[in-house]
């Protein structure tokens, strides 16, 4: 079973992180599903009231949902290029910084980056 990894794909920065992600992907471990088509889906109940356009949620191969810097933390060690980079994520006390600087990133992305009028997939 693979990961599956919901985007926003309104967001130029979520588009291109999924961009090129996908091509560092090369065992094909993760599908990318944006936000805008989960919401039209019946089969994503599990995403039900959560800030899915504030963070970047992931259901794990083993069940498991993450969200914000948790999800971008196991995206990186599933990928071989950036797998220890995302292990140096593990290390203790990284979420105390990691998780308010990702927020922070996230609440400030449309500002930065914009916005597109229609969803890239």
Known sequence: MKHIVFYDAQCPLCFNLKRVLR????FNKIKWISVQEAERSEGFRYL?????????????????????????RRLLVSLPLTFYAGLL?????????????????SKNRYDWFGRYDQPRE
């Not at 091509?23 to 090369?26: A, E, G, R």
């Not at 039900?48 to 971008?72: H, N, Q």
């Not at 994520?89 to 990133?105: A, E, H, I, N, Q």
């Open 23 to 26: 091509k560092l992907d090369w």
């Open 89 to 105: 994520m593990y290390l203790p006390f990284v979420s105390r910084f990691g998780s308010p600087l990702y927020k922070w990133v």
């Open 48 to 72: 039900d009231g959560k800030d899915v356009y504030d963070e970047i949620y992931m259901k794990t191969s083993d069940g498991r949902l993450l969200a914000g810097f948790y999800t971008i």
